[in-house]
């Protein structure tokens, strides 16, 4: 099997060479068509590969669509008969001139003419049909925006100009993950070659990674072994670990490397599609600390040390028996520094995990991302075979306005002069229903700058907004804009996790801003449904803002009174566009109950006393009983962390419901406890049941008796719990604990209706 992504390389290379060449002696142009009328003919080779014959077919569907004049494809040559060569097969050596076609990647391509023939020819499997798409989009204006929105020109008259022009993609694999790209005919002509695309042979085919990612189970399954062999898999505090986060295999065990080597053979041989055999650890932490393993890292300064090793050892048998085969195996959480002196084997590719870094700035717009360049560098020092694996949406909220745009339009080039060879950019990617934010913008413009990331992303971005949104347009521009002038402040910063409180740009007047801009967009495109539609969902995430934060007790962002409105305008949408999913871990009983929750929102309760920080170093501080939990006295001061003097005070509500313990107590991120104290009023005996979301840990105790105690870890959600709150007739009190791990600390407390 060829080494694809080498000889993408050599592809690339010779690209920029051309290119360079061609300024200063550009061709006449071909007229292929004139005034409705053709001498031309397709020439097809009877020996053509079925990607060539497709391309062929495309090249004639879209000259008819443009002239009215088809082209008729001919596996002859006739003497003297004006033709268009679709591949190498067959084709004169006057018309090759000096082009040799073995030097061609399998994505490269030429388009060329020499007197009246025109060559279009590439590589296999896809450059021809490549220099096809190629010559339709640079060289006739052809566009293929999203599913429904393509754009071809409109002339009797056709011709050709800028040849020659030789290219090829400078990433070797090209994935932007969005809906769009799941559409056979959007990865095709956008030159997408996305390995979970189904894009079949005879349209090229695609890049083929098998398995996918995180394949430790898949090499090594604890069902199968862990019984028997619990010394097979990572040894984590003492423990081996079967099952969850922490699942990975101990990487110094000679049975594990013998059991995991023999299934990579069985993958090579059962899938020889393969461009790329997957040996890498299993998604979360868990690495194996057993001495072997722990000694093998201590010595490499890095967890990469133990992983790299391994995939080595199986690199070398893959190599004897299967020379042109390529493994790849992550930089990715604990394994992403690289090690000191271990080196990928020429056969083993580096994917490099860009994740939890700022999304407001792009790498090198602010110091945030400095770690991962860091980290990069080191990488690109030990091997020139690294893939990326980036991030481009929020994972909790896929349709919350979420302006990265910087990063879009700036990571391909970033990653490019590192010397990379293949990107994934995982974004809001639902494959049979979409919907997150600007989707299909994001698609289009990573698929562009995937092939070649030199263009101008602004360029590209206002060219989709002007050809997708039409009249509506100029507003729907405006947003964008301000949406990335909302983000371009130093201090802001937000996650592909990010909460409301961690999205500070969504402020009051940045949402009626929008619904603004969206209501001269929707005004503009009306009369026409299907533009109409386009904008309605670009207006969607607004809503979702709205309604998101009318759930967890922001009044001024919409009031109970506009409620019920915004709430049928995104039903609306979401059903009109069949929208089955929010976010990554969400299904879709998730939006009936969303829909559900915004029909009968809670009453977030606000004002409260606060108390803290005690210690919790260790966590301990969880299960210690500080003073609050025998009796409270808002007018006593206590010793507190560090030994500092704390006293109760009065809580300042923010813009929600929640109570931001880190901004009231300690704005660091040293672990902590805090207690937080109110009464309740009411005017009968009666149960209610109170919606509580906290981060981490949390305690509650009504009237003194102890309610809840959940020691866990995790960012709050309104209704992480629900819990029955008897009330007694006339004053009741509430005391609520909460502890601190790291990252955000805070509560949602709310009376559910």
Known sequence: MPNPIKRARLGVLSAVFVFGLHAACLAEPVTLVEQGVSDYRIYSSPSAAAPEVYAAEVLQDYVARMSGCTLPVVHEAPSGAKLIYVGFGDVPASVLGNVNPETFGGEEYVIQQSGDALLIAGGVPRGTLYGVIGLLRDHLGCRWYTRDVTHVPQAKTVRVDGLPDRQAPVFSYREPWYREVHDIDFAVFNRINASMVPI???RGGRFVI???????????PPEAYFDEHPEYFSLVDGERQREGNRVQLCLTNPDVLRIATEAVLRWIAEHPEADLFSIDQ????????????????AAEESHSGSLLHFVNQIADVVAEKHPD????????????????????????????????????????????????????????????SITIWDYYTNFRH???????????????????????????AQGNNVREYGGGEFSALRAWVFAQLMWNPYQDGNLLIDEFVANVYGPAAPFVAEYIQMARDAVKPASMRFSIFASLEQMPYLTVDFLDRADALFAKAEAAASGDEALERRVQLAHLPIHYA?????????ADYLGPERAPEVLDSFTRILRSHQIKQFGEQFGEDAIDDFIQRAKTAPEYIRDWHLLGP???????????????????????SYTGAGGATIRWKAYEPGSTGYVDLARAIRPDDV????????????????????SLGSNDGVKLWLNGELLLSSKTSRVARPRDELVTFPLKKGTNTVLVKIDQLGGGWGFFFAVEP
């Open 200 to 202: 079949p042979d005879e």
């Open 210 to 220: 098998y398995p996918f990612v995180h394949t430790f189970n898949q090499l090594v």
């Open 282 to 297: 299993n998604d979360g932490y868990g690495y194996c600390e057993c001495p072997n393993c722990a000694a093998l890292d």
């Open 325 to 384: 085969v390529q493994l790849q195996t992550l930089a990715y959480v604990y394994s992403e520094v690289p090690p000191k002196t271990i080196r990928p084997r020429p056969n083993v590719t580096i994917r490099m995990c860009h994740y939890e870094y700022c999304q407001a700035h792009a790498i090198g717009q602010c110091d945030d991302h400095d770690v991962f360049v860091e980290r990069l560098q080191g990488w690109s020092k030990i091997t020139d």
């Open 398 to 424: 896929y349709l919350m306005p979420f302006p990265n745009f910087e990063s879009v339009i700036h990571h391909p080039r970033f990653y490019a002069e590192h010397n990379c060879i293949g990107l994934f």
């Open 546 to 554: 709205r309604l998101q934060f009318y759930l967890v007790g922001g």
């Open 614 to 636: 005690f210690d919790n170093t260790d966590r301990a501080g969880f299960d210690t009983a500080w003073p609050p939990e025998t009796g409270v006295d808002l007018d006593a």
């Open 671 to 690: 672990p902590g406890v805090a207690y937080a104290y109110r009464t309740m009023e009411s005017d009968t005996d009666k149960t209610v049941q109170i």
